[in-house]
């Protein structure tokens, strides 16, 4: 899933999982939860009320470990992981 239009500015980086060959982006958690998890992954598009749009995580080079319910995660693994370049300001 790609990261919604105003999420752009702040994406760090995608990778795309292996089994289902899905494609993810995914940015840094600024919030002030699941700080074992220091990305948010973006899983679907938001909407206001019912779904932020990402889920909590922590991606690796060929792994990622993805907050699915409060105290449950899963494990993914993954291909095609890419950080990307950032201007520096």
Partial sequence: ?????????SIIGSFTEKMFGNH???SNNTDDIYKQFPHKIWVTEPKE????GFRYGKVLKTK????????????WRIKK?????RDEV
């Fill in 81 to 85: 992981y890419k950080l990307y370049p």
């Fill in 24 to 26: 993810f982006e995914f």
């Fill in 1 to 9: 899933m790609l990261a919604p239009i105003s999420e752009l500015p």
């Fill in 49 to 52: 009320g019912i779904d932020s």
């Fill in 64 to 75: 990622v470990y993805i907050l699915i319910d409060e105290n449950v995660d899963e494990f």
